[in-house]
């Protein structure tokens, strides 16, 4: 079973202090980058409509995320519900923006560290906590109480990426993986898009942060699942509205070449983006053009790590070198022998 980096601060004494720390945030919410000042610990619901117990939508074995993070028995994926981003197009916006709706499922931190615990029992390969940013000092206690009881699944870390630097740092350790989705390049499509404010300035400052942390390296296990690192997904949006090249021309430049990346064609109009004229240029799935514009970015880039799915969003392939025309595209490991 893979063994994950937040058992040493469990031993060392350090993993309560930090998540202790974290909780501090809740006080005056500073958890992201909304700052919202409000005292979640009084249970003050924050911009993301959130107070303080986790909201858990659902919890189960997921098989749609990258090869390395399946393997046979699946991802032990955690949906927390809210969000603290408002994207017209989210494709869980059941989950994500229905709040009246989602405080039914508050659980305690105790209930959320036996789900860890059930996935873990279940064989799940990763704890996967999608959508952590809003709830990450909930998601680091019930990591704690799960720990003090067995788990020893890597920690998954799979956000928009609008997230805290100071959060970030006291993750360090208790986060194995971070999963971040770099969404776009300039703030005003964050804005318009999203409804956040500095996207570009916050996210590129976060995932400097998951770099310092992780590096460009990719640590697999023996079985070819991924124990430690960081991938960025880039979501191909229709209009180039992400503006794919130029969010990795950044990481290549300013975080390292070698940063694997996990290009998505799944985009589907959903959300506001189906029927609101407002985000008209959303409201198609994307061409095989764009698709192939952005995949030809990563070759001029010079992009060499990470994972791209098919034009129909089916699978992931691996990206060896760009270099190699007979085979530009394989997969990363053969995951039925796992």
């Not at 590096?215 to 503006?243: A, C, H, M, Q, T």
Request: charged content about 25%.
């Amino acid at each position: 079973m893979n063994s994950a980096s937040y058992l040493a601060l469990l031993d060392e004494g350090v993993l309560e202090h930090r998540v202790e720390e974290l909780e501090r945030l809740l006080e005056r919410c500073t958890v992201c980058p909304l700052d919202c000042g409000n005292n979640r610990i009084e249970n003050q619901l924050a911009r993301c409509f959130s107070g303080r117990l986790p909201i858990v939508s659902s919890y189960t074995a997921h098989f749609g995320e990258e090869p390395p993070l399946v393997g046979t028995k699946g991802a032990g994926n955690v949906f927390f519900g809210n969000c603290n981003l408002r994207c017209v197009y989210c494709q869980n916006y059941q989950i994500s923006q229905t709040h009246k709706e989602q405080i039914k499922n508050e659980v305690t931190h105790e209930r959320l560290s036996e789900m860890l615990l059930e996935l873990q029992s279940r064989g799940c390969h990763n704890i996967n906590f999608v959508s952590p940013t809003h709830f990450a000092p909930q998601m680091a206690r019930s990591i704690l109480l799960a720990a003090r009881k067995g788990l020893r699944l890597p920690v998954v870390y799979n956000t928009n990426a609008y997230d805290s630097v100071a959060v970030l740092q006291l993750l360090d350790r208790i986060v194995d993986v971070y999963l971040p989705d770099l969404k776009y390049a300039d703030d005003d499509s964050g804005y318009l898009y999203s409804k956040v404010s500095g996207y570009k300035e916050y996210s590129r400052l976060a995932l400097r942060e998951m770099y310092r942390q992780t590096g460009d390296e990719l640590v697999f296990d023996e079985n070819g699942l991924l124990k430690r690192g960081l991938v960025v997904r880039l979501l191909v949006l229709p209009n180039d509205i992400g503006s794919i090249a130029e969010s990795i021309e950044w990481i290549r430049d300013e975080l390292s070449p070698r940063v694997a990346i996990s290009l998505m064609a799944q985009y589907y109009p959903t959300n506001q983006a189906e029927t609101n004229k407002r985000y008209v240029l959303l409201s198609r799935r994307i061409r095989e053009t764009e698709w192939l514009k952005a995949t030809a970015a990563l070759e001029n880039l010079g992009m060499t790590e990470g994972w791209m799915q098919e034009f129909d969003g089916a699978a992931y392939y691996y990206r060896p070198d760009f270099n190699d025309a007979e085979t530009p595209f394989k997969d990363i490991r053969d995951f039925d022998s796992l």
